[in-house]
């Protein structure tokens, strides 16, 4: 089973601060996922990546597939990306997924 | 929006009870998972479904039962619930063609078990 590992837990910045999350897994993996939810619950797919880097917006992903390791970087954070990051691969190259326990984000004005 | 809806949004049930919670996929995809996220845990996976046939389980009793039809919107059945059901169950859909694809969730059934 792919055991998924997130860092930091709780993250609080100031608006403006470039954000940098970190996600690393144990098996490897075809893609991996990010994921946004907002309190209420609902979960936003924001990326999913194999290789490389991936943007949109203030948001970027890398993913390093030899070392195992993604990050999700935010740039000029807003209040609004107040949430709570989370990422995700497959089980046993399956489409069932294994998530993190995610990193909560608060961004202060 | 993700195409994805989920209903009911919020549920009460008492102990012992059962309940059915529903979801529609994004239209074209043929693939449900659902997931159950508890209070401050990542979401753990339940079953999927691939054209109305189960295609996975997790680590979860049988009381845990779930129905895809063929419009490819889908069924969550919880029997005989108990207090440690209480959680944010997600529905997410894909269109399972081979390769690498992507889930899209809908907004989730938060159940409290009283």
């Known amino acids: 089973k792919n055991e998924v590992e997130q860092s930091p837990q709780n993250l609080t910045a100031q608006e403006g601060e470039f954000i940098t999350i970190n996600c690393s897994y144990s098996?490897?993996?075809?893609?991996l996922h990010w994921l946004q939810q907002h309190p209420g619950g609902g979960i936003v797919s924001l990326f999913m990546?194999?290789?490389g880097k991936k943007k949109h917006g203030r948001l970027i992903a890398t993913i390093n597939i030899q070392e195992k390791h993604s990050s999700l970087h935010i740039t000029a954070s807003h209040p609004r990306d107040s949430a709570v990051y989370i990422c995700?691969?497959?089980?046993?190259?399956?489409?069932?997924?294994?998530f993190g326990k995610g990193t909560k984000l608060t961004v202060n004005p | 929006e993700t195409g994805v809806t989920q209903s009911p949004t919020h549920l009460i049930k008492t102990r012992g009870q059962q309940v059915t919670l529903r979801c529609s996929s994004q239209?074209?995809?043929?693939?449900v998972s659902w997931y159950q996220q508890a209070l401050g845990q990542g979401p753990q996976f339940i079953f999927q479904?691939?054209?109305?046939?189960?295609?996975g389980r997790g680590n979860f009793p049988p009381r845990f039962s779930g129905l895809q039809f063929p419009n490819y919107s889908s069924e969550l059945n919880v029997n005989a619930l108990e207090l440690d059901d209480s959680a944010l169950y997600l529905c997410?859909?894909?269109?399972?063609?081979?390769?690498?694809?992507?889930?899209?969730f809908g907004p989730g059934t938060r159940l409290t078990v009283t």
């Open positions: 239209s074209g995809h043929n693939t």
């Open positions: 479904y691939y054209r109305e046939e189960e295609n």
């Open positions: 995700a691969v497959p089980q046993g190259g399956s489409e069932k997924l294994v």
């Open positions: 990546l194999s290789s």
């Open positions: 098996v490897g993996i075809s893609a």
């Open positions: 997410a859909s894909s269109l399972r063609t081979g390769g690498v694809y992507e889930q899209y």
